[in-house]
């Protein structure tokens, strides 16, 4: 079992930065695919950005693109989102999810990834 636990949200205003951080624990730590994904209220989860664990480019959904960079450190096994140019449309609470031992067909679904952390609200004021 691994626990994810995220950190660094807050209250912004447009057009300023926030960094999150995931940190993953557990009595095993898995090198598998991570992802930060978002919910506002009233919608559905989304996909932010993914990231294979062992190696390989990064995936981003086209709202994000250019202004958010997902990366990781191996050692420390924490998973991080810098995020720039935020939006009032970034206002979501953020999750961090971990994928286990399997191959990803998707790296968009919610579903792909069984571990999850309890969220970070981002605020971003206009």
């Known amino acids: 079992q691994e626990q994810l636990a995220e950190s660094g949200g807050g209250l912004v205003q447009a057009g300023a930065s926030l960094r999150l951080s995931c940190a993953v624990s557990?009595?095993?730590?898995?090198?598998?695919?991570m992802a930060w994904f978002r919910q506002a209220p009233g919608k559905e989860r989304e996909f932010v950005a993914a990231?294979?664990?062992?190696?390989?480019?990064?995936y981003y959904a086209n709202s994000v693109k250019g202004r958010f960079t997902i990366s990781k450190n191996n050692e420390n096994y924490t998973m991080l989102l810098q995020m720039s140019g935020l939006k009032p449309e970034d206002t979501a609470i953020y999750f961090c999810?971990?994928?286990?031992?399997?191959?990803?067909?998707?790296?968009?679904?919610?579903?792909?990834?069984?571990?999850w952390g309890q969220g970070t609200q981002v605020t971003v004021s206009s």
């Open positions: 557990g009595r095993t730590v898995s090198n598998t695919p």
């Open positions: 999810a971990k994928a286990g031992l399997y191959p990803i067909r998707d790296y968009t679904l919610p579903r792909t990834y069984p571990y």
């Open positions: 990231i294979p664990w062992g190696g390989g480019s990064p």
